[in-house]
């Protein structure tokens, strides 16, 4: 109903890197979606691949069967709320219901349902972690608390914004321990069981990493690495991390209604932040206050996630777990602080009231007749080298297989003597994310390359300057019998597409 997914992580790596990953070209292609991207495990991206390009005639199957993710997250949040608000009164049910739509409905979850984020995927194998945590916790089953860590860490080595609900995960599995008055045994059956979920999901690329650029995170921590492929720094996460103390403390306050909808937070992490501090207060301060299991665990999820996503990321699109938790804890609060039916007439006002705010709009673009649609043959030949300037490698895999791909070029404001505000644009990700070193390694490659070069670009008036071109050794050849212009559907990030004959400078 929202249209085809057309956000930049789309265009940019999403299709790249399960088609690099399924035809072995992850060590052929040199970042073609560029340095920070390329290397991201592609397994939560293979099956997204595999509809989009079998069902390229069928758009809004690919799209049905995308948003069934989100029936998975929504069924791994029932059977946590039902062991979360346990009750057999109408009150109890009514409580458990609207508990769970206020979970399940979040500006991040609804907004990203059918997208190529794989942040639905991951919420929804969290969600299950923690099914598994509760079942431990009201049962007392400890092989459960070990299937909660294992996914919870298996999520994580999948894709690494999951880590936050894994960290409160692992904080609610190290609870149940203790208050089971577990013997040590069980503390290192535990971190085994998260050590290899972690490393059955990841292992694989962190030991390909290491031996092919230097570091197992490549280009995270390569202050401690030292990669020669990127600067030796810590490479930043971005924006929206807090800085100062009033961020870090009030966050989600200050951002419920931010502009800028990758920034923006939702309502339920107040919620959630506020029930945190309340039950945490009642229970220093009130003689003879004890958490209930759920209780407990919900402080443990809440707190685990909140605090790891908060220095990590900050982010909205990051912040499934953290609303569905945010939104438990919140129910949680109002069970202990009022009378049944008063909680649950307050779930029913709360969540009626977020259902009347707007959605947000993300970046979508009407369905039409495949997945995707190019308005002119883009002849690539056999033997050729073809490097890519701005992210779209999400074209590679429609283009000539026998072909060989590099990217990472940047549009430099210094290089192109252009402000930084009209080359921005084409400049999505911060300054820092382009400082890879792959340029020696490209020119040298097109050097030895016995075929022709050609370079595919954004349309821009910049792409005709010798100085993007500079550090690869080769130049554009404008001429109109060696380009060839086209746009493809989707995409909302560029004017249209150029791929040119390059000539090279030696």
């Given at each position: 109903?929202s249209?085809q997914d057309v956000?930049?992580?789309f265009?940019?790596?999403h299709?790249y890197?399960p088609?690099?990953?399924?035809?072995?070209?992850?060590?052929?292609?040199?970042?073609?979606a560029?340095?920070?991207?390329?290397?991201?495990?592609p397994?939560?991206?293979?099956?997204?691949?595999?509809l989009f390009?079998?069902?390229s005639?069928?758009?809004?199957?690919?799209?049905?069967?995308?948003?069934?993710?989100?029936?998975?997250?929504?069924f791994?949040?029932?059977k946590?709320?039902a062991?979360l608000?346990?009750g057999d009164?109408?009150a109890?049910k009514?409580?458990?219901?609207?508990?769970?739509?206020?979970?399940?409905?979040?500006?991040?979850?609804v907004?990203?349902?059918?997208?190529?984020?794989?942040?639905?995927?991951t919420?929804?194998?969290g969600?299950?972690?923690?099914?598994?945590?509760l079942?431990?916790?009201?049962?007392?089953?400890?092989?459960?608390?070990y299937?909660?860590?294992?996914?919870?860490?298996?999520?994580a080595?999948?894709?690494?914004?999951?880590?936050?609900?894994?960290v409160?995960?692992?904080?609610?599995?190290?609870?149940?321990?203790?208050?089971?008055?577990?013997?040590?045994?069980a503390?290192?059956y535990?971190?085994?069981?998260?050590?290899?979920?972690?490393?059955l999901?990841?292992?694989?690329?962190l030991y390909?990493k290491?031996?092919e650029?230097g570091?197992?995170?490549?280009p995270?921590?390569?202050?401690?690495?030292?990669?020669?492929?990127?600067?030796?720094e810590s490479?930043?996460?971005?924006f929206?991390?807090?800085?100062?103390?009033?961020e870090?403390?009030?966050l989600p306050?200050?951002?419920?209604?931010?502009p800028?909808?990758?920034y923006?937070?939702?309502?339920?992490?107040?919620?959630?932040l506020?029930?945190?501090?309340?039950?945490?207060?009642?229970?220093?301060?009130?003689?003879?206050?004890?958490?209930?299991?759920q209780?407990?665990?919900?402080?443990?999820?809440?707190?685990g996630?909140?605090?790891?996503?908060?220095l990590?990321?900050?982010?909205?699109?990051y912040?499934v777990?953290?609303?569905?938790?945010?939104?438990?804890?919140f129910?949680?609060?109002?069970k202990?602080?009022?009378?049944?039916?008063?909680?649950?007439?307050?779930?029913?006002?709360v969540?009626?009231?977020l259902?009347?705010i707007?959605?947000?709009?993300?970046?979508?673009?009407?369905?039409?007749?495949?997945?995707?649609?190019?308005?002119?043959?883009?002849?690539v030949?056999?033997?050729?080298?073809v490097?890519?300037?701005?992210h779209?490698?999400?074209?590679?895999?429609?283009?000539n297989?026998q072909a060989?791909?590099?990217?990472?070029?940047?549009?430099?404001?210094?290089?192109?003597?252009?402000?930084a505000a009209e080359v921005?644009r084409?400049?999505?990700?911060?300054?820092?994310?382009?400082?890879?070193?792959?340029?020696?390694?490209?020119?040298?490659?097109?050097v030895?390359?016995?075929?022709?070069?050609?370079?595919?670009a954004p349309?821009s008036?910049?792409?005709w300057k010798?100085?993007l071109?500079?550090?690869?050794?080769v130049r554009?050849v404008p001429?109109?019998?060696?380009c060839?212009?086209?746009t493809?559907?989707?995409?909302?990030?560029?004017?249209?597409?150029?791929?040119?004959?390059a000539?090279?400078?030696?």
């Amino acid at each position: 109903m929202s249209g085809q997914d057309v956000c930049f992580d789309f265009q940019n790596y999403h299709l790249y890197i399960p088609y690099a990953f399924l035809h072995g070209r992850l060590a052929w292609d040199i970042i073609p979606a560029g340095a920070l991207h390329t290397f991201f495990n592609p397994l939560l991206d293979v099956p997204s691949y595999l509809l989009f390009t079998s069902l390229s005639s069928w758009p809004r199957t690919v799209g049905f069967l995308m948003g069934g993710y989100y029936g998975l997250f929504l069924f791994a949040l029932w059977k946590c709320a039902a062991l979360l608000l346990p009750g057999d009164s109408r009150a109890a049910k009514i409580t458990r219901l609207f508990a769970f739509c206020l979970a399940g409905s979040g500006l991040a979850a609804v907004g990203q349902v059918g997208r190529f984020t794989n942040e639905i995927q991951t919420a929804w194998l969290g969600v299950c972690a923690c099914w598994f945590l509760l079942k431990s916790a009201c049962g007392g089953k400890r092989g459960n608390l070990y299937w909660a860590v294992f996914i919870a860490a298996f999520t994580a080595g999948l894709k690494y914004t999951a880590g936050p609900a894994a960290v409160g995960v692992c904080l609610g599995g190290a609870y149940v321990l203790v208050r089971g008055k577990s013997p040590w045994r069980a503390y290192v059956y535990a971190a085994l069981a998260a050590a290899a979920g972690f490393l059955l999901a990841d292992g694989y690329f962190l030991y390909t990493k290491w031996v092919e650029l230097g570091s197992p995170l490549f280009p995270y921590f390569n202050h401690i690495f030292k990669s020669p492929y990127f600067a030796p720094e810590s490479l930043p996460n971005g924006f929206a991390t807090p800085r100062g103390v009033k961020e870090w403390l009030f966050l989600p306050f200050l951002r419920w209604n931010f502009p800028v909808l990758e920034y923006r937070l939702d309502i339920r992490l107040i919620l959630g932040l506020v029930s945190f501090w309340v039950l945490a207060g009642w229970r220093i301060f009130v003689k003879k206050a004890v958490f209930s299991v759920q209780e407990a665990v919900g402080m443990c999820l809440f707190a685990g996630t909140y605090g790891a996503w908060v220095l990590l990321f900050g982010n909205m699109r990051y912040a499934v777990c953290l609303e569905a938790f945010s939104a438990w804890l919140f129910a949680l609060a109002l069970k202990r602080f009022m009378p049944l039916r008063a909680a649950a007439v307050v779930l029913v006002v709360v969540w009626s009231g977020l259902m009347l705010i707007p959605p947000a709009t993300w970046h979508r673009h009407p369905f039409v007749e495949k997945t995707m649609v190019f308005s002119a043959d883009v002849p690539v030949p056999d033997d050729a080298f073809v490097l890519i300037a701005g992210h779209l490698s999400f074209l590679v895999p429609f283009l000539n297989p026998q072909a060989r791909y590099a990217g990472g070029v940047w549009f430099s404001p210094e290089k192109l003597h252009a402000p930084a505000a009209e080359v921005k644009r084409f400049n999505w990700l911060q300054p820092a994310d382009y400082q890879h070193r792959f340029a020696p390694r490209i020119k040298s490659e097109i050097v030895r390359h016995p075929g022709p070069v050609y370079i595919l670009a954004p349309v821009s008036q910049w792409m005709w300057k010798d100085e993007l071109w500079a550090d690869y050794g080769v130049r554009v050849v404008p001429s109109a019998e060696d380009c060839r212009f086209f746009t493809v559907s989707p995409d909302v990030l560029y004017d249209g597409f150029v791929l040119c004959k390059a000539q090279k400078a030696s």
